[in-house]
């Protein structure tokens, strides 16, 4: 099972200033009142775009967080998309929008979530810890119950993103 959730906020700054946040990571990530960054990194020569990949280690409430993601879509100033390079698939697409006074940063996830007990490897990503702990905990339950779950898991993975791009705003019009 997918679940996808969206968000955007209208920024007064340029949309080359925005996006040039968009493709620094390692600034970008700092500003989630949700992680912490230990590192990030380009592992592939070049510029970024398609086939770009990044290994990330953060830390959320105090747990260890590492994974790989690769780049699968980049338009330069617009858009760029990027894909786990783990078990626990997960995504993001971050678009970069020309408005009237400003930018429309729009940011949409994706996460698969099993609702299975497997014997598997502990998940290592933000995402990926948070639907294990859900799925462990749904494992036998009803399908109305891992269907109130999900919507439960989209408003609070909502509510994370709608804070990180709200603190992407203020941190983008303080340095305008």
Known sequence: MMIRFSRSVDIKAPPETVFQLVMDLEKRIRLSPNVDVISVRKETEGPVGVGTEFHLRLS???QPVE???RCTAFEPGRKMETVSLTEQPFGMRVMV??????TRLTQEEWL???YQKPSRPEARS???KLANVLADGLSGHTVHDKQ???VTLE???GLQLEQWLQAT???LENQV
Not at 97 to 102: H, R, T, V
Request: charged content about 20%.
């Open 67 to 69: 994974y790989r993601c």
């Open 169 to 171: 705003r203020a941190y």
């Open 60 to 62: 959320s409430q105090g």
């Open 155 to 157: 408003q609070e993975l």
């Open 148 to 150: 109130y779950h999900n």
């Open 112 to 114: 698969g979530v099993k």
């Open 97 to 102: 929008e020309a408005i009237a006074g400003g």
């Open 126 to 128: 933000v995402l990926g």
